[in-house]
């Protein structure tokens, strides 16, 4: 079992930014990735960033992003810690969403195994 618990979320506005936290915990040592997916108020959920660690035959660190975020949002991991950070600036209006932390344990399937409550992210204009 993997535990993973999201943060940082609030309410802000244009322009500004926010650090959103995962704490993963449990078999947490055991992850491949850890990535980040929003659903805004009447959406689906909708990939933001991962970064990827591990896959079968590497050890190294890989992070993607959504088109839409790839120059505003970083993701980073610090194992030390067991947590993994999303850095979101510049903020808008369309950000606005719960934030989801996502733990891939398994790569033979497809999408991420367990998943945190999320945090809210509110973006005023």
């Known amino acids: 079992q993997v535990q993973l618990q999201a943060s940082g979320g609030g309410l802000v506005h244009a322009g500004d930014s926010l650090r959103l936290s995962c704490a993963a915990s449990?078999?947490?040592?055991?992850?491949?990735?850890l990535g980040w997916f929003r659903q805004a108020p009447g959406k689906g959920r909708d990939f933001v960033a991962a970064?990827?660690?591990?896959?079968?035959?590497?050890?190294?660190?890989?992070?993607s992003y959504a088109d839409s975020v790839k120059d505003r949002f970083t993701i980073s991991r610090d194992s030390g810690k067991n947590t993994v950070e999303l850095q979101m600036n510049s903020l808008k209006p369309e950000d606005t969403a719960v934030y989801y932390c996502?733990?891939?344990?398994?790569?033979?399937?497809?999408?991420?195994?367990?998943w945190g409550q999320g945090t809210l992210v509110t973006v005023s204009s």
């Open positions: 449990g078999h947490a040592e055991s992850t491949y990735a």
């Open positions: 996502a733990a891939d344990v398994d790569l033979q399937s497809s999408g991420y195994e367990y």
């Open positions: 970064i990827r660690w591990r896959a079968g035959n590497w050890i190294g660190g890989r992070s």
